[in-house]
């Protein structure tokens, strides 16, 4: 995915337009443009050339009246900060200091304010009257001229947008006022006095200059509020450190952390902020995560203890030697995915772009259609033009294109607060759609370290030289039960067999030789396959089975060798984390590859009967699962293993406990749970529904105002006000009501 920054846009028929422009680029498979960010997120086809493909999306780009250029590292740390509110307050304050007198003048003898009586009357009094609203108007419309400019390039490209509107509303207003000083001319020069009073009563300077410094007013609204959105963003870039402690040579040097190299050592003293991902080479200390995970109890760190950049080093010294450095670290990469999730379109936003591309011509055509039938219902011009300018600065989709991103924003950052990252828009929309739950044992409902607690050898084959023979052939496993082997073999201090031929049959077990000699481990009805399992031994693995010990089989040379039990221990808050899934009107399942046995114990363990258990599953199976729930209503997938990759693709939403998950896992899925807490499951669906909510009230709202007012104004009881409020007022309430989920938080 190819990120690129857009400047030029001004509201959600802006972004729309720019998103159809290169979405008709050859080589582009998807793209996705935020108004929020101001950014646009390009999938390349996958036979597209990169180069080729960026320089006509450019080409595209600007072809539609638009900026763009490739994001790079500098800019997407520019993107966050709000550099747009200063240089509006700028241009609202320099436009009030010519509305307020314009306001005075035109309107203030109306609610009986003194008015020199140089500017009352006809004759040369009416002249310099309507010149002097002439002159304050046009300071104000040269301020904002980017409205006029943006305004003409969407009527160029046949894309009108915000500034277009904008622009019509005060350019007929302008014109009509200039117009109004030309009747005046001829009235003086003819003598007519009635006709030099009617068009002094009717200048409507005032109207061009009000609809400028109010639209002004609402972009400046807008755009402190959407600063506010990437609060929990900004938040978390600060975080990191700038400089590191590097010893070179064998000295200590201070660094910026842009100097640190992979492979350097660092030293972090108690009390500081780790600058790049690590292992700890010397030293043994606690560290607070909470910038990461959500979780406030720090981690005890030894020798061989990772360690992540913006992590705080609490009450000893470590030094570490750097793994991932840059843009590689974990904190770039949830401030990536934060970002992203906001970048991209969820199907709610889709839709609101959708009605946002049609509403802006809609509305222009009501608003010349307005204009003409109040003129043919025999009102004045100057009425007939106030209902069409109402309806023109109504129209602006503002608020429809704003609903969803902003909400996306505050949500995704909320989650990365609690250590829930959400990838994609879409994953955090159909998050919050999910209405079951399938949770993988091992690593997610318990600890995913288990360890060895029982051995039963054979006669032939006496207990060390079974678990030697076990240590050897799960040596290549990445499976946790495999480590428990290693752990308890090493603890014996026993060597490894030496296995050669390996191999791994996914959900059933190991295969190998040593000396010549075919061994096997796994479960009992992948031993069956070699050999016959004598009563004693199968008794002893039923027995471990009932206990919720998971029973692993081994066969030397076709011949049964013996049991070894491994007990993996649940989790202190699954039990807890099931009954809140549960609370929130969730279908909770443990799906399991282990035995029935093992999985209803353990089932039993955290809440859940034995209806809700399904064991015995291979990777295969689990997808099948998943397909039969998914017949019922949206499935979430919760794993963290390189198995568990292949199902949380299927699944609707898939769930990867990253903290202790392989790459494999989180790169399939769609929420990433950083701290491997299973509570922060149901905090992942509560945050993602609460924002779908907000998402849904922000559109009903804005929907309902726009259309409401639209009438009114069109049928001549709403006036200008009423307008700019529906049309800024409605954008800026939609922000500040999902900024609520950020008080929340901060409560």
């Not at 010519?98 to 500017?119: A, D, E, T, W």
């Not at 995704?412 to 959400?422: C, E, P, Q, W, Y």
């Not at 994609?424 to 739950?437: I, K, Q, R």
Request: net charge neutral; charged share 20%; with cysteine.
């Amino acid at each position: 995915m190819q990120r690129y920054e857009i400047t030029g846009m001004s509201c959600a028929a802006c972004a729309s337009h720019v998103e159809k422009a290169v979405a008709a680029v050859p080589g582009v498979a998807s793209v996705a443009v935020s108004l929020l960010t101001n950014s646009m997120q390009v999938d390349y086809a996958p036979d597209a050339d990169p180069d080729a493909t960026a320089r006509r999306i450019l080409r595209a780009v600007d072809a539609a009246g638009y900026g763009a250029s490739l994001a790079s590292a500098e800019s997407e740390s520019a993107e966050l900060e709000d550099t747009e509110t200063p240089k509006l307050k700028k241009r609202l304050i320099a436009s009030l200091c010519f509305l307020v007198p314009l306001m005075y003048i035109s309107m203030g003898h109306m609610i009986g304010l003194p008015l020199g009586s140089v500017f009352h009357g006809g004759g040369w009094h009416a002249i310099l009257y309507a010149g002097t609203q002439l002159v304050l108007t046009l300071p104000v419309c040269w301020i904002n001229r980017e409205f006029f400019i943006s305004g003409w390039k969407g009527i160029k490209t046949r894309a009108p947008g915000m500034d277009t509107l904008v622009a019509l509303g005060a350019g007929a207003s302008l014109a009509y006022g200039v117009f109004a000083i030309v009747m005046i001319c001829i009235g003086l020069s003819t003598g007519n006095d009635d006709l030099v009073m009617q068009y002094r009563h009717d200048l409507y300077f005032e109207s061009a200059a009000m609809i400028l410094t109010l639209i002004t007013v609402g972009k400046t609204l807008e755009a402190y509020s959407k600063g506010k959105t990437t609060d929990a963003l900004k938040s978390l870039m600060k975080l990191a450190p700038q400089t590191a402690c590097v010893l070179r040579g064998g000295e200590q040097v201070t660094v910026p952390v842009s100097e640190v190299n992979v492979g350097d050592f660092f030293l972090v003293r108690p009390g500081e902020s780790i600058p790049v991902d690590g292992t700890v080479t010397e030293g043994i200390s606690t560290v607070n995560e909470a910038a990461l995970t959500g979780e406030s109890m720090p981690v005890d760190k030894f020798p061989g203890s990772p360690v992540s950049a913006a992590t705080i080093n609490q009450n000893g010294a470590l030094t570490c030697r750097a793994e991932r450095v840059g843009q590689d670290t974990t904190l770039s990469q949830v401030i990536r995915l934060v970002r992203d999730a906001a970048a991209t379109k969820a199907p709610l936003a889709k839709t609101a772009d959708r009605v946002s591309g049609i509403f802006v011509p809609t509305v222009i055509c009501i608003a010349a259609a307005t204009f003409v039938i109040w003129l043919l219902l025999g009102q004045t011009f100057t009425f007939a033009l106030a209902r069409g300018i109402s309806v023109l600065v109504i129209s602006c989709p503002c608020a429809l294109g704003l609903a969803t991103p902003v909400a996306i924003m505050v949500g995704s950052g909320v989650g990365a607060k609690n250590g829930i990252l959400f990838k994609t828009a879409a994953s955090l929309e159909t998050t919050g759609y999910t209405d079951a739950v399938l949770l993988d044992k091992t690593g997610t409902v318990t600890t995913g370290e288990p360890s060895v607690v029982k051995i039963f050898g054979t006669r032939n084959v006496p207990e060390k030289f079974l678990l030697s023979m076990a240590a050897g052939l799960e040596l290549r496993s990445e499976h946790p039960l495999a480590r428990a082997i290693l752990q308890r073999a090493e603890k014996d201090h026993l060597s490894y067999a030496t296995v050669t031929d390996f191999e791994a049959v996914p959900g059933k077990g190991l295969r190998g030789k040593v000396a010549g000699k075919v061994i096997a481990g796994g479960n009992a009805d992948f031993i069956r396959e070699t050999c016959a399992l004598p009563d004693d031994l199968q008794q002893a693995g039923d027995e471990m089975s009932a206990d919720g010990i998971t029973p692993l089989y081994f066969s030397l040379a076709g011949k049964a060798a013996g049991v070894i039990g491994v007990s993996d221990v649940v989790k202190e808050s699954s039990a807890a984390a099931i009954a809140q899934m549960q609370a929130l009107g969730l279908q909770v399942v443990m799906l399991t590859g282990d035995n029935a046995a093992t999985a209803r114990h353990i089932g039993a363990a955290v809440g859940l009967d034995a209806d809700h258990v399904i064991a015995g599953v291979l990777p295969a199976g689990k997808e099948a699962e998943v397909r039969a729930l998914q017949k019922q209503g949206r499935v979430a997938m919760v794993g963290d293993g390189i198995n568990d990759a292949p199902v949380l693709a299927r699944a609707d939403v898939g769930v990867a406990m990253g903290g202790l998950g392989a790459d494999a896992a989180i790169e399939a899925a769609d929420v990433v749970i950083m701290d491997d807490k299973p509570s922060r499951i149901a905090t992942a669906i509560a945050i993602a529904r609460k924002t779908l909510h907000i998402v849904r009230q922000n559109i009903l709202f804005a929907l309902t105002v726009k259309i409401l007012v639209l009438v009114l104004s069109a049928v001549g009881i709403a006036n200008m006000w009423a307008a700019v409020f529906a049309d800024v007022g409605v954008s800026v309430l939609a922000i500040l009501n999902a900024l609520r989920m950020l008080q929340k938080q901060k409560d």
